[in-house]
C-alpha cells in the first residue's frame, strides 16, 4: 500500500483517520500533532522572551512516550531562545528495570545537548520501591506508593529548578484509560483533578495554582504511534516492563480500550474530547476553583497539601516504621 501523501511505501494505518503514511509523512504527522497541541494548550506565553525564558522540565523515564517527547521538543524548540528545556529523571530502586532506562535518559540527553538531572528515591527518603513491596505497609499496590513519591519529587524539582512547566509523555491510550477508569469509578472528584493538572491546558485556573503547571503535549499521539515513531527514529528508548507493575484494573481497561477501538476506531478520540468538557464542569464543581481549596503546609516537608502531614512523608514514615 502506497502513502497517502506521496508514492513511497506506507508504514502505518491509521484506522482512526482512514490513513496510510510513509515513515516520513508519519514522523512529520506526530510532530505535527505535538506542535498543534503545544499552540492550542498556550503553552509558550506571549511574555516568554529570550532574556526571560520559560524553562520545561520534562520528566524523562526512558521509556518510549518520555524519549520521543524529549525528542520532538527539542528538535522544536533547541534554536529557540524563549525556552529552556531540562529533563528530570527519577530512580525509583527497582533493580535491573531502571538502571537500564537510565542509560536510554543518559545517551539520549547526550546526543541532544540537554541538561539532565537525576534524583532518586533511595536519596530523597532513603528507600527503594524493592523494599516498599516487601514492608507495604498500607497494604496497597505499588504504583501507588511508587506514584505519590514521584509525584512529590517532581514537584519539588520543579519548583527547585525554577520551572514554568512540568512537561510529561502521556500518550492518549493513557489519557483515554484514566478518563475511562475515572467514569468507571464514578470519581467525578478524580475527573475535576485531573482537569486541574492540565489535561485541558492552561486557563488562568492553573496559572494561579499552587503547583507548578503540567503539560501532556503528547495526549493526542496514540501509544502504537509513539512506539513506532521511536523506532523510525532510532530513539534509545527501553521498553522492559517493571516487575512491580501491578495496576491489574489499568490492564483490563487497556484490554477493553483496544478491542473498542478495533471495532469503533476513534473511540480514544471520542473519550478524551468529551472528558475535556466533563472535566472543565466537574473542576469548577469539586475543588479546582479559585478558594474552594485550604492548602496547608506540610508539618514535616513544608509541600502544599490538604491535611496536617502531606501523603508523601505519611507514607515515608510508615515504611521506616516496619
Ligand atoms: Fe513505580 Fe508502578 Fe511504574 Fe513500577 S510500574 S515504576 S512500581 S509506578
Given at each position: 500500500m502506497d502513502c497517502d501523501k506521496c508514492d513511497r511505501e506506507a508504514v502505518m494505518h491509521a484506522a482512526y483517520s482512514g490513513l496510510h503514511l510513509c515513515d516520513d509523512h508519519f514522523c512529520r504527522s506526530v510532530e505535527k500533532r505535538l506542535r498543534r497541541r503545544i499552540r492550542d494548550d498556550d503553552l509558550l506565553p506571549a511574555s516568554a522572551t529570550p532574556d526571560d525564558p520559560q524553562v520545561w522540565l520534562i520528566g524523562l523515564s526512558g521509556g518510549k512516550d518520555s524519549v520521543v517527547l524529549t525528542k520532538i521538543l527539542h528538535d522544536t524548540f533547541a534554536e529557540d531562545p524563549r525556552i529552556e528545556l531540562l529533563a528530570l529523571t527519577i530512580h525509583e530502586g527497582i533493580e535491573g528495570y531502571r538502571d537500564k532506562s537510565l542509560d536510554a535518559c543518559l545517551e539520549l540527553t547526550d546526543d541532544l545537548d540537554i541538561r539532565h538531572e537525576v534524583v532518586s528515591y533511595e536519596e530523597e527518603f532513603d528507600l527503594r520501591m524493592d523494599d516498599v513491596v516487601q514492608k507495604d505497609p498500607e497494604s496497597m499496590a505499588a504504583c501507588a506508593y511508587c506514584g505519590v513519591f514521584r509525584r512529590d519529587l517532581l514537584s519539588k524539582y520543579a519548583e527547585e529548578y525554577g520551572a514554568d512547566k512540568l512537561l510529561t509523555g502521556h500518550n492518549l491510550d493513557d489519557e483515554a484509560e484514566t478518563a475511562l477508569m475515572n467514569f468507571l469509578e464514578g470519581d467525578v472528584a478524580q475527573v475535576a483533578k485531573h482537569f486541574d493538572a492540565s489535561l485541558a491546558g492552561f486557563d488562568e485556573r492553573s496559572e494561579q495554582d499552587e503547583f507548578v503547571p503540567r503539560a501532556k503535549p503528547l495526549r493526542d499521539v496514540p501509544e502504537k504511534e509513539v512506539a513506532l515513531y521511536a523506532h523510525l527514529e532510532n530513539l534509545p528508548a527501553h521498553i522492559t516492563e517493571c516487575p512491580h507493575s501491578s495496576e491489574a484494573y489499568r490492564g483490563e481497561i487497556q484490554k477493553l480500550m483496544l478491542s473498542l477501538e478495533e471495532n469503533h476506531p476513534g473511540t480514544r478520540h471520542s473519550i478524551m474530547a468529551g472528558y475535556e468538557e466533563l472535566a472543565k464542569l466537574a473542576a469548577d464543581e469539586f475543588?479546582?476553583?479559585?478558594?474552594?481549596r485550604e492548602l496547608n503546609e506540610c508539618e514535616r516537608c513544608g509541600a502544599a497539601t490538604t491535611r496536617d502531614v502531606c501523603r508523601k512523608c505519611a507514607l515515608v514514615e510508615a515504611i521506616h516504621a516496619v
Open positions: 475543588g479546582a476553583g479559585e478558594g474552594k
